[in-house]
C-alpha cells in the first residue's frame, strides 16, 4: 500500500511568486493534516480536513495560505505571495475516521522544503 | 494550551550505549503522547504511542518510553543503540477527546558514535 506523499520534495522561489504544494494521503484516509517546520524550530499544525471539509485550519498563519482537498481525495497549499519566513519544510499526515474516540496513528509524508529566497 | 519540550537538541551518543531522550508536556486535561523518528531524507515515522492502560510503552526498533503523569514526562529509552538509530527524535502529544492535531516538540538529534 503507497504511503503519503508529496510533490515537489523541494521548491526554490524568489519572494513574491506563488506556489502549490500538493498532498495525496493513504487511500481511504479520511483524515488529512497540513503541518511546518520552520528550520530549527517545532513542527507546527497548519490544518485539518475531515473529507473535503476544513475541520481546524487555527494553525494557518495568515490569508496568504489557501488550502483545498476537492472531493475529498489529494490536498493542495497554496502560498501567495510567498515571503521570506514561509520557508520551511511542509508535512503532511493522514488517518483514518476517528471511531469511538480512539487516536488513530497520522501517517506522515517526506515533506516539501520551501526556500523563499 | 498544550506544550511539548525536548530539552535536549542533540545527543551524542556512543553505538551499543544507552540513551534517553527526554520530553515533558504540559497540559490542563488528558492527552495521548507520541514519539517520531525522522531518519535523514525520510517522513515521520511512529515509534511508539501511550493512549491508556500500561505506562511503559513498547516501540520499533527496541525503543520504549514510559508516561510518568506526576512528573508529565514521557521519556524514551533504548538500553542500546546501534549506527541505524542516528535521526532525529520527536515527542508530541494530543488531547483525548476527538481532536486529533499534534502538538510537537522542537526535536532531539541523536547521533551514534561508532
Known amino acids: 500500500e503507497a504511503g503519503v506523499t508529496q510533490f515537489p520534495s523541494h521548491s526554490v522561489i524568489e519572494k513574491g511568486q506563488t506556489v502549490t504544494l500538493r498532498c495525496d494521503p493513504i487511500?481511504?484516509?479520511?483524515?488529512l493534516y497540513w503541518y511546518r517546520r520552520v528550520m530549527g524550530k517545532e513542527i507546527k499544525f497548519l490544518l485539518h480536513?475531515?473529507?473535503?471539509?476544513?475541520?481546524?485550519e487555527s494553525g494557518m498563519p495568515n490569508n496568504r495560505f489557501l488550502a483545498e482537498r476537492t472531493g475529498g481525495t489529494y490536498s493542495t497549499l497554496k502560498v501567495q505571495p510567498a515571503e521570506l519566513e514561509d520557508s520551511g519544510v511542509y508535512f503532511c499526515a493522514s488517518s483514518q475516521e476517528l471511531s469511538g474516540g480512539k487516536n488513530n496513528e497520522q501517517f506522515f509524508g517526506p515533506g516539501t522544503r520551501l526556500t523563499v529566497l | 494550551a498544550q506544550s511539548v519540550t525536548q530539552l535536549d537538541s542533540q545527543v551524542p551518543v556512543f553505538e551499543e550505549a544507552p540513551v534517553e531522550l527526554r520530553c515533558n508536556y504540559s497540559?490542563?486535561?488528558?492527552?495521548?503522547l507520541f514519539w517520531y523518528v525522522q531518519y535523514p531524507n525520510q517522513g515521520l515515522q511512529l515509534l511508539l504511542k501511550?493512549?491508556?492502560?500500561?505506562?511503559l510503552v513498547k516501540g520499533i526498533n527496541g525503543f520504549e518510553a514510559e508516561f510518568n503523569k506526576s512528573q508529565t514526562s514521557f521519556h524514551l529509552r533504548k538500553p542500546s543503540v546501534h549506527i541505524s538509530d542516528t535521526a532525529e527524535y520527536f515527542c508530541a502529544v494530543s488531547f483525548s477527546f476527538g481532536n486529533e492535531k499534534l502538538t510537537f516538540g522542537t526535536g532531539t538529534r541523536l547521533t551514534i558514535i561508532p
Open positions: 501511550y493512549l491508556s492502560g500500561s505506562t
Open positions: 497540559s490542563s486535561v488528558s492527552v495521548y
Open positions: 480536513f475531515v473529507k473535503e471539509s476544513k475541520q481546524d
Open positions: 487511500s481511504g484516509h479520511d483524515n
